[in-house]
């Protein structure tokens, strides 16, 4: 069964660096994924489509702060110079044979 | 730059069938490379993908939702639709509706609507 676990909080201080973990289920090491944001009271908003090889392709006016890299099971979002803007809940997203499936998602804290 | 509104009543009874309309601006529906999607989120919770149709008419579903889910297409008024059957007050969520390329990302998304269960 095709799923995304995430951890549910993290915190990072203002102007450091943050990194978000997706993790694919056993058997799917191979799936591409997705990362999209949503701050309070927001619709989310595409980040970014991640590959396995850690390539990834930014949705429109994206900052280059944010970036994706992969490593097996595990698709990363870094974000870096951190503002009070990126403080928010961060989805992953992956798709199979007529199935797509979210992450259960990870609230950001900027401190 | 493609925008995506989502339209329906806010509140619906418990049994009745929920109803929502999503517009597509700045781009067309009827695109061949694109796949077109509701997604909901109840208070305080995540992301669940409901189903997604292509212009042609072709659907597929949540397994979960599926024997409740109808999702159609109007490529004249650049439209396309959620029907969800059955309510409950489970039901009761933030409805999105969003692109997906091909079958793989959701990559824009509209601004959602909140329905309510009552």
């Not at chain 1, 799917?28 to 989310?44: F, V």
């Not at chain 1, 110079?81 to 992956?94: H, P, R, V």
């Not at chain 2, 925008?3 to 061949?32: A, D, H, M, Y």
Request: hydrophobic letters at 30%; proline letters at 3%.
């Amino acid at each position: 069964q095709l799923v995304l676990t995430q951890s549910p909080s993290a915190s990072a201080s203002l102007g450091d660096s943050v990194k978000l973990t997706c993790t694919l289920s056993s058997g799917h090491n191979n799936y591409a994924i997705a990362w999209h944001q949503q701050q309070a009271e927001k619709g989310p908003r595409y980040l970014m489509r991640l590959n396995t090889d850690g390539s990834h392709t930014k949705g429109v006016g994206i900052p280059d702060r944010f970036s994706g890299s992969s490593s097996g099971a595990e698709r990363y979002l870094t974000i870096s110079s951190l503002q009070s803007g990126d403080e928010a809940d961060y989805y992953c997203q992956t798709w199979g044979t007529d199935i797509q499936v979210f992450g259960g998602g990870t609230k950001l804290t900027v401190l | 730059q493609l925008q995506l509104q989502e339209s329906g009543p806010g509140l619906v009874k418990p049994s009745e069938t929920l109803s929502l309309t999503c517009t597509v601006s700045g781009g067309s529906i009827s695109s061949t490379s694109y796949y077109w999607g509701w997604i909901r989120q109840p208070p305080g919770k995540g992301l669940e993908w409901i189903g997604s149709i292509y212009y042609s008419g072709s659907t597929y579903y949540n397994p979960s939702l599926k024997s409740r889910v109808t999702i159609s297409v109007d490529t004249s008024k650049n439209q396309f639709s959620l029907r969800l059957s059955s309510l409950t007050a489970a039901d009761t969520a933030v409805y999105y509706c969003a692109r997906t390329d091909g079958k793989h990302q959701f990559d824009y998304w509209g601004q959602g609507t909140l329905v309510t269960v009552s």
